[in-house]
C-alpha cells in the first residue's frame, strides 16, 4: 500500500493539471462561500448568517463542496486516461505491478483526494462556524458534524465513477464528456422511463442526494403544485421536479454500495482487458 | 548451464491470424540469445507473451523452471516497443517509479543513468528529450533492480548510427557483467556483432536457432553447374564434406565444410562421374545467408 501511494504521489504532485484543478477547485469553494457571505436577502424569517453558524454550517459548507465534485472527477479521469495515452498502465505491468495494483493506486489516491477535500471543507467549517456562531456550545458545534463524513463518501463517489468511466472509454476528453452527459442527461432520461419511486435509486441520483439542499434553504415542502381552484395540475415527484428523497441512513449504505459495486466493476474491467 | 527460459510450443493468434506458431526455444544464463526475423515474423509477440503481457493460445513458457510470478518479474527487465515513460516528469522521476515497482534504491538509478550517459539530464523532463536519449532512458528503465536477465525488443530502434554503437556499447557492456540477454531485431548485423546464440523467425515459425556463429557467418559458396543437375544434387547431398546444397537460379549452390575447397569438390563430382560446366566460388553475405533462411 506504502509503495502503490508513493507511486501516485511522484505521479500525480508532478502533473501541471492537477495542480491547477486543485487550485481551481480550492479557490473556487473559498470564493464561494465568501461571497455568499456578503450577500443580503431580504426574505423574512431567512437571513445568510444562520447558514455559516453552528449546527447548520454542517449542512451549508458540503452542500457547496459538492458543487465542485466534478472537478475531482476530472482529476481522476485525467490521471487515469494519462495512463493509456502513455501506455504506463502497461509498463508498469511490465516492470512489476499487478493489474490490481494498478486499480489499488487510483483508489489509494482518490481516497487522498477525498481527505484533502474533507480537510478543507472541514477547516472552512470551523472558521466561518467560529467567526459567525454566537453562543458556542459542544452540542451546538457538533450537532450535524457527521454531515461531512457523508461529504467524504459522495466526494469518493464521483471519483470512483471518473475512474470507471476513464477505465472504459480511455480517452480523457471522451470520457469527461460521458462523465458529464451520464450525469446532465443520461442518468436523468433513464429515470424519467421508471416510475417516481424506482427513480431514487439509481447511482448519479443516490450520491449526489448525500449533500442534499440544506433544510435551511428549502423555500417549499409542497408535493405537487395547488391552482386557485384547489385543484393539483402537477404533481410534482410523478414528473421529477420533486427531489425525491430517501432515509438520509438508506442513502448512504446505497451510495456505498454503488462505490463499492463500481470498484469491483473497475477491477475485472483491467483485468480482462488488454492494456 | 542453467536453462532461464524455455518455451514449449508457444502459439499465439489474433483472430485469424496465427502471430506464432508452435515455438519451442530456450535460453542458458549467461547466453546473448536473439530473436532474428522481418517485421511481422513474430518477436514482438513472442516477447509479450513470455513477459506475460498477452496470453498464449497454446504452449507454456518458464522462467527459472516455473511459471512467471511476480518475484521472477523483478528479475528481468523487459523493454517492449516504444519505451513509455511520463512525459511531464524527470527522467528521475520516471525512474523513481521503476526503481519503486522493483523494490530498487535511489543507487540503482543512478547507476542507470550512469550506463546509459543520461546523468546529466536526470532532472530534465522525459519529453524534452531526443529521440536517441528516450531510447537510452528505456535500456536506463531496464537496468533498474539490477536483473538477471534483459528483454529487449529492437532496442536500436530509430537511432542514428550513433546511438546505434552506444546502445551495442551498452548491451555488451552487461552481457560482459554476466547478463543473460534477450534481444529482438530485425537488423541482422545487431544480431550478429552482439548475440551468441539466434533463432530466426518468419512468419511466426522458428525456421532455425543455434550459435550466430554455426547458422549465420560469411561463408565462401560454391556454384556449380552440370547436365545432370537433379542426379548431382542428389550426390552432393551425400557427401560428408558438404554443409549445405541448394538450387539457386540455374546452378547448384554448395557450402563446404572448413578445410575443403573448391577443388575438392570438383575432383568429388568428378569421381562420381559428373562432369562441371561451371565452378564459380563467391563469398554469401550475411544478408544473403539471412534471405537464403527466410526464403
Known sequence: MKKLFQLEKIKTLSYPAFKTLMIIHFLLFFLVVLIFSRVHFSIPGFSVKGLYQFPNIWEFFPWVASWFNLFLAIVVILLVGNEFSFRTFRQNVVNGLSRNDLITGKLIMIVTIAIYTFLMVLLAIIIFGMVYTNGITFNIVFEKSYLILIYFIQAIGYMTIGLLIALIFRNNALSIIMFLLYFAIIEPVLRLIFKAEARRFFPAKIISNLTPTPEFLTMTSEKSFTTSSGKSSLDFQEIGLMPESLPLGINVVLAAGFIGFFIALSYVITNKRNL | ?295
Not at chain 2, 534477450?182 to 552482439?194: F, N, Q, R, T, Y
Request: glycine share 6%.
Open chain 2, 1 to 295: 548451464m542453467e536453462k532461464v527460459l524455455e518455451v514449449n510450443q508457444l502459439s499465439k493468434s489474433y483472430g485469424n491470424i496465427l502471430a506464432i506458431n508452435n515455438l519451442s526455444f530456450s535460453v542458458n544464463r549467461g547466453e546473448v540469445y536473439g530473436l532474428l526475423g522481418p517485421n511481422g515474423s513474430g518477436k514482438t509477440t513472442t516477447l509479450a507473451v513470455i513477459l506475460d503481457i498477452l496470453k498464449a493460445n497454446m504452449g507454456n513458457y518458464r522462467w527459472f523452471d516455473k511459471p512467471m510470478d511476480k518475484l521472477t518479474r523483478r528479475r528481468i527487465g523487459s523493454l517492449i516497443e516504444t519505451p513509455n515513460f511520463y512525459p511531464y516528469l524527470s527522467l528521475w522521476d520516471n525512474l523513481k517509479i521503476v526503481a519503486r515497482i522493483k523494490d530498487a534504491p535511489d543507487d540503482d538509478i543512478n547507476y542507470a543513468l550512469g550506463v546509459t550517459n543520461l546523468l546529466k539530464r536526470k532532472y530534465s523532463a522525459y519529453n524534452t528529450l531526443s529521440l536517441g536519449m528516450k531510447q537510452r532512458l528505456a535500456i536506463a528503465s531496464v537496468l533498474v533492480g539490477n536483473p538477471e536477465i534483459l528483454v529487449l525488443d529492437e532496442p536500436t530502434n530509430g537511432l542514428d548510427p550513433e546511438g546505434f554503437a552506444e546502445v551495442r556499447n551498452i548491451i555488451q557492456s552487461q552481457a560482459n557483467e554476466g547478463k543473460t540477454i534477450i534481444l529482438a531485431s530485425h537488423i541482422l548485423d545487431e544480431v550478429e556483432k552482439v548475440c551468441s546464440h539466434v533463432a530466426i523467425l518468419k512468419s511466426g515459425d522458428l525456421i532455425a536457432h543455434g550459435r550466430v556463429g554455426e547458422l549465420l557467418t560469411t561463408v565462401d559458396m560454391v556454384y556449380i553447374q552440370s547436365e545432370e543437375m537433379e542426379g548431382l544434387e542428389q550426390t552432393l547431398n551425400n557427401a560428408n564434406f558438404i554443409k549445405k546444397v541448394f538450387k539457386s537460379d540455374h546452378d547448384l549452390a554448395v557450402v563446404l565444410e572448413s578445410g575443403y575447397s573448391a577443388t575438392d569438390l570438383n575432383k568429388y563430382c568428378f569421381d562420381k562421374g559428373f562432369a562441371l560446366s561451371k565452378v564459380l566460388l563467391k563469398k554469401q553475405s550475411l544478408e544473403d545467408q539471412f534471405l537464403q533462411l527466410v526464403k
